[in-house]
C-alpha cells in the first residue's frame, strides 16, 4: 500500500529525494516515517513526521543531512538526503503509524512499502 521510489547509486558527497506514494493509504490520518536496513544489520529508524507536519524527528545519524516533508493533498512523502555517505547505503522503506507520537522503533507502524536502494559509493 506503500512504493517507495528514488533509489540509486550515487557518490559521496551527492543527493537524493525519495518518494513514497500511498495509493492504498489516506496518509493525512498517519505519521509517517522513513527507515532503512543495510546487509546483516536491523531496521533502523530515519526520520518520522506528524500528520499535519509541524513535529520532525531525525536518527541521530542523518540529523542535519537529511530532510523529512510531505504533501497531504498529493499523499506522498519525501525523504531529501544529502551529503550522503557509503554507510547511507541501504534499502530504503517507507511506513506509517497511526499514533499521535512519532515513534522509532518498525514495530510500531503498520504500513510498509516494500523498499528502494540507496547505494553510496565511487
Known amino acids: 500500500q506503500l512504493v517507495e521510489s528514488g533509489g540509486d547509486l550515487v557518490q559521496p558527497g551527492g543527493s537524493l529525494r525519495l518518494s513514497c506514494a500511498a495509493p492504498g493509504v489516506t496518509i493525512s490520518w498517519y505519521i509517517m516515517g522513513w527507515f532503512r536496513q543495510a546487509p546483516g544489520k536491523e531496521r533502523e529508524f530515519v526520520a518520522g513526521?506528524?500528520?499535519?507536519?509541524?513535529?520532525?524527528k531525525y536518527g541521530y545519524s542523518v540529523e542535519g543531512r537529511f530532510t523529512i516533508s510531505r504533501e497531504n493533498d498529493k499523499n506522498i512523502v519525501y525523504l531529501e538526503m544529502n551529503s550522503l555517505r557509503p554507510d547511507d547505503t541501504a534499502v530504503y522503506y517507507c511506513?506509517?503509524?497511526?499514533?499521535?507520537?512519532?515513534?522509532?522503533?518498525?514495530?510500531?507502524?503498520?504500513?510498509w512499502g516494500q523498499g528502494t536502494q540507496v547505494t553510496v559509493s565511487s
Open positions: 513526521i506528524s500528520p499535519s507536519s509541524d513535529d520532525v
Open positions: 511506513a506509517a503509524d497511526q499514533h499521535y507520537l512519532i515513534r522509532t522503533t518498525p514495530e510500531h507502524y503498520k504500513y
